[in-house]
Each structure stands twice: as structure tokens, then as C-alpha cells.
């Protein structure tokens, strides 16, 4: 009998090798979603109130019953064992305050106090992912009304610190994505997400039509997202996407800063303090 030389097996043997190779990657897929990584390119985690991060922002809107004061005056935004407490206070007497709205109206005294921090001029980024980590100390109760959103960079509502700082609320260069807002009338372990529809002129928005109502446990801490995905706006409760706005994303090409704020929405009276704990803030870009 012939016997196949040595080289020719060997050779038999390589394309064989590699024929079983090309078929086992082949068939290997990569998990939809893994294709892109998120880089941090911001994270405070409220070790200190950082300056280089948020200022204060003083506003009057939404024909709302607080004052929003600086400096943590009164504990509004208070930062201790790790955390942001932004806080709605009733101090027991009424107090003057200077805050206006945009038409230069100015709120009318009130025993209430609040903080809002906004990481306008600090902390601005066009598009990507915007997180937080935080939670409730007691959520429907009526009047309460804490959120977590981003809006356009160029908002003109004060502090105004740039000169193309001149667009109004919502049109772009000014949109709003609401990321988490708690009314506590409503629900109890509810809170609302979605975006602002711009109709078209300046102080005229719609509220309702992009946004839904999401359960949750809100006196539990939680990481609440929105990020975008193509041209949709894909919003997150711990990572798991909840709602989407299909086709809204391109509609806010503009860079967007962040805002913490605890609000009273309605007469409603209330005692004491509420409490929203903020464990971090951050924005991911994605590295394609």
C-alpha cells in the first residue's frame, strides 16, 4: 500500500485546524449593547459641595410656594457622610425673597426654603448619558416636588455668565429632559420621566405627551438615567430602560447642564423638612 507522505498530512491537518477556527468565531456573536464603552468624563460623588461643579441657582418658576437661598443657608444643601441632602424646609416664619422669574416678578415671602443647584457653566455636555444615584426621605406627600433633570446651555434664566446665554426655555439651545420629578399629590412611589415637547415659541412647552409615570421605590436608592441611543432618548431605573423618546434625541443637539432641586408645588401646607439624597452625580460620553 502507497502511504501518504508526512507534508501532505500535515497540510491536510492545518486547513482542517483552521476550517474549525473560522467556524467557532464566526458563529460568536457580541451582546447587543457591548459594541460601544461609556468613559466618565464627569463624577462628583459629594464628598464637599465642589464650586468647580454647581452653583446655586436662584429662580422663581412654576408659580412655585419656596424661596431657593445660597450658601446652604438654612441646611437647604447640606453635604455630609458622603452625600447631597438638597432639602425643602418650612423655618416657621415668613422671609422675604429675592427671587425673580423670568419676567422680572419678583416671589412673594414665604416661610419656605429650598435649595437648587445647577452645574450650568461648570459642567456641560452634548449629549451621552446623564446618572444620578439618590433617593427620598418620604415621598406622596401633596406639595412635594424634587427633580432630577438637564437643560440647554444656553437657557437665558438666571445666572446668565456668557453672552449666547439669550435662548428661552424650551427652544433648542434651552430643552428640557426631565430625568426623575416625584409630585407628591399624585402617587406614592411614582415618579415621572420624559422629555419637554418644544411647540415652537418661547414659554410654550408640552408637558404630558413625551413623559409617563414610572413606579418605584423611591425612599430607596436608585440610579435614575437618560442617555442617548442613536436619535432616541432612552431613559434607565437601575440600568433597565423604562421609556423612550423615539426619534426626540436629535431634537437637543445643544450641551446640557444638570439640576438638583427640591420644590413646593402647590398651598398645601407642610412641617419641618423634606429631603432629597443625592449618593453622585455622572455624565459618560461614549468611546466608540
Known amino acids: 500500500m502507497k502511504k501518504t507522505p ?10 482542517a485546524f483552521f476550517s474549525f477556527e473560522k467556524n467557532l468565531f ?3 456573536s457580541v451582546p447587543e449593547g457591548n459594541t460601544q464603552v461609556w468613559e466618565v468624563d464627569f463624577f462628583d460623588d459629594f464628598d464637599t459641595f465642589d464650586h468647580e461643579n454647581w452653583q446655586d441657582q436662584r429662580i ?13 443657608m438654612y441646611g437647604t444643601r447640606e453635604v455630609s457622610d458622603g452625600t ?12 422675604d425673597c429675592d427671587n425673580m422669574d423670568k419676567h422680572g416678578k419678583q416671589q412673594s415671602p414665604t416661610p419656605y426654603v429650598a435649595g437648587r ?37 444656553q437657557n437665558n434664566e438666571p445666572p446668565v455668565d456668557e453672552t449666547n446665554e439669550d435662548v428661552c426655555w424650551p427652544m433648542t439651545g434651552s430643552g428640557e429632559i426631565d430625568i426623575f420629578e416625584h ?4 402617587h406614592h412611589d411614582h415618579y415621572t420621566t420624559g422629555a419637554i415637547k418644544n411647540l415652537g415659541e418661547c414659554d410654550k412647552g408640552d408637558w404630558w405627551t413625551l413623559r409617563t409615570g414610572i413606579p418605584s421605590t423611591l425612599d430607596e436608592f436608585h440610579d435614575y438615567s437618560v442617555e442617548w441611543e442613536g436619535s432616541d432618548l432612552v431613559y434607565r431605573l437601575d440600568g433597565i430602560e423604562v421609556y423612550r423618546n423615539q426619534g426626540e434625541g436629535e431634537k437637543y443637539p445643544e450641551a446640557m447642564f444638570a439640576i438638583l432641586n427640591y420644590a413646593k408645588i402647590t398651598d398645601t401646607p407642610m412641617t419641618g423638612e423634606w429631603v432629597m439624597e443625592v449618593d453622585w452625580v455622572k455624565h459618560e460620553r461614549r468611546n466608540l
Not at 415621598?139 to 412635594?144: A, E, I, K, L, Y
Request: hydrophobic share 45%.
Open 6 to 15: 508526512a507534508a501532505i498530512i500535515l497540510l491536510l491537518f492545518c486547513i
Open 26 to 28: 464566526s458563529n460568536t
Open 60 to 72: 422663581w418658576v412654576n408659580n412655585e410656594k419656596q424661596c431657593y437661598v445660597p450658601d446652604n
Open 84 to 95: 447631597l441632602k438638597i432639602k425643602l424646609i418650612n423655618i416657621g416664619e415668613k422671609i
Open 117 to 153: 443647584i445647577a452645574s450650568k457653566n461648570r459642567k456641560e455636555f452634548v449629549k451621552g448619558k446623564w446618572t444620578a444615584r439618590l433617593r427620598l426621605w418620604g415621598n406622596g406627600t401633596p406639595s412635594m416636588f424634587p427633580a432630577w433633570w438637564i437643560l440647554g446651555a
Open 183 to 186: 409630585h407628591g399629590d399624585h
